[in-house]
């Protein structure tokens, strides 16, 4: 097969393995809208709308049509304001309406002074119900959406990477493109395509609203003494008049099956090497295994920390990098910080390792000391010691991920719209819950390394495979690595690595150029 026609092949050829279901919305729902509200003393509320209508929901050919429609709500005009309008308002109330656009769900996001509730649900209302869909901010979108893609992905090399690996895992499905869309679909969006996706795709019966502030009460309804309640209730009965029609989930659908080991290398311009690999599975945030499995890729690699086994084992002892990381989601940072970004969930998710780039001298060792380590997690399992920790530790990062009025709701809001527990409520007595035996269980019932597929983005594509064969030996070879002592365990663990043996079952190559299309 042709050094890329196994991808184009997976797009068409689908597993008859299917993931567990996650639950879904009701099909129609002609009562108001849902409502998740959240009580906060002060003088601010905390307004969220979250739609099931994110970019698995685009259809064939008009990938990105999700993430343009989102943007054009927000930044097309409303009602009888013009975009410029509704700017200058926002700039006045001193606030941001923002948006986020993921996989499932599209969530718009305001903060305002509680005393400017009128003017925000107004806004908010017509927003929705009486979208102006400006032509020129048309344009201006898909230029930028058109950049998101070209330059925010393809010239981060770890974007790339990231990108390329969940489209190839996701081939074929409504998971399987980026959220900004396709090279040569984006520009072919018209408005036409955005009043259709909003007649087809924001219906009732798939839109969350959600308030923290002073109007609501310890019970969750509108408190009767509160003077902004009525704004607040005018919006939900606005929210309510979106179609009521059958709403049709993309999603779970049937992945392309992994089977044996594929490496498929990102040729590009670059000095690094960059790595991610990993496998479909069945997991999400309703699933009976995700309090476990949270747990054991805590100690694995969690985001952006250091005590997990890959990055002591790679960044700390070897210095190959600033971090290598482990998921059983596809995790979205929120911003510049570390903390994962709400309304990004979805009902199928990637196992996957993030190996952040390494001198490509040191590429093909670091990927089989990677991959070592994945095998050696599923074939041991966690240390009753390790275990405890973990345990305690979790229990307390748990309520960190909701540290302020905005994440508290935003994680609520996503778990009614998927239909999933609310994990600031729950997680924190499911992981007490857990044992030893439960965590090491689950990692063999999820975790199989011997079926995985490699993203590499590289500089030398071919070199980089040759170095990988199993009759090949590839040690540490750029001076930016610390040296062992001879005789010590460490100097064994590198040669063992250094000869791991990978087996492919397929390898190949693709220009950067080349993706997205």
């Known amino acids: 097969m042709s050094r890329f026609a196994w991808l184009l092949v997976a797009v068409t050829m689908l597993s008859c393995w299917t993931p567990k279901p996650g639950p879904v919305p009701v099909d129609v729902a002609q009562a108001p809208v849902r409502l998740v509200a959240q009580p906060v003393q002060g003088p601010v509320t905390w307004i969220t709308v979250a739609v099931r209508a994110g970019s698995a929901h685009d259809p064939v050919g008009k990938e990105g049509l999700a993430a343009l429609t989102a943007q054009l709500l927000r930044e097309g005009g409303a009602g009888d304001r013009t975009p410029e309008a509704v700017d200058q308002l926002l700039f006045r109330l001193g606030t941001e309406l923002s948006v986020v656009v993921g996989k499932e769900l599209v969530t718009y996001r305001v903060k305002v002074l509680t005393e400017d509730l009128p003017l925000v649900t107004s806004l908010l209302a017509d927003m929705f119900t009486q979208p102006k869909l400006d032509p020129d901010a048309h344009t201006r979108l898909l230029g930028e959406l058109s950049d998101q893609l070209e330059k925010g992905i393809l010239q981060n090399d770890e974007e790339t990477g990231l990108e390329v690996f969940d489209n190839l895992l996701f081939a074929g499905h409504p998971y399987g493109h980026p959220v900004a869309g396709r090279a040569g ?72 099956s992994v089977e044996g080991r594929s490496l498929l290398v990102v040729e590009k311009n670059t000095d690094s090497t960059g790595i991610h690999f990993g496998h479909p599975t069945a997991l999400h945030r309703g699933h009976p295994d995700w309090p476990a499995m949270l747990l054991a890729f805590t100690a694995m690699g969690e985001h952006r920390q250091a005590h997990g086994r890959l990055y002591q084992a790679l960044r700390e002892e070897r210095g190959l990098n600033y971090g290598d990381y482990a998921y059983i989601e596809r995790y979205t940072q929120a911003g510049w910080s570390s903390r994962q970004e709400t309304g990004t969930g979805r009902l199928q998710n990637p196992f996957y390792v993030w190996i952040r780039p390494v001198a490509s001298a040191d590429g093909p060792f670091t990927l089989r000391g990677a991959t070592d380590l994945v095998e050696s997690f599923v074939a041991d399992g966690l240390a009753e010691d390790e275990f405890a920790l973990m345990q305690r530790y979790l229990q307390g ?16 809001v996503e778990a009614e719209s998927m239909g999933w527990p609310d994990p600031i409520s729950t997680l924190p007595d499911q992981i007490n819950a857990l044992t030893l035996d439960d965590v090491n269980t689950a990692i063999q019932r999820h975790i199989h390394p011997e079926s995985m597929r490699y993203v590499v983005v590289t500089g030398d594509a071919e070199a980089f495979i040759q170095s990988l064969a199993d009759d090949v030996s590839s040690p540490l070879a750029s001076p930016n690595h610390s040296v062992p002592e001879t005789g010590s365990p460490r100097a064994a663990e590198d040669a063992h690595w250094a000869s791991f043996r ?10 950067a150029e080349g993706v997205f299309r």
């Open 185 to 256: 679909v984006i520009d072919t969006l018209t408005i036409a395509d955005v009043e259709a996706f909003l007649v087809t795709r924001y219906l009732r019966s798939v839109v969350v609203l959600g308030v923290a502030g002073s109007a609501v009460g310890d019970d969750g309804t509108w408190r009767p003494d509160a003077a902004t309640a009525a704004d607040l209730a005018s919006l939900r009965t606005a929210l309510s008049t979106l179609p009521g029609t059958i709403y049709d989930s993309p999603t779970p659908k049937r992945v392309p």
């Open 397 to 412: 990062r748990v309520a960190l991920w909701a540290d302020d009025p905005a994440r508290r709701l935003g994680w609520a």
């Open 502 to 511: 990978l087996g492919w079952t397929e390898t190949s190559i693709v220009a």
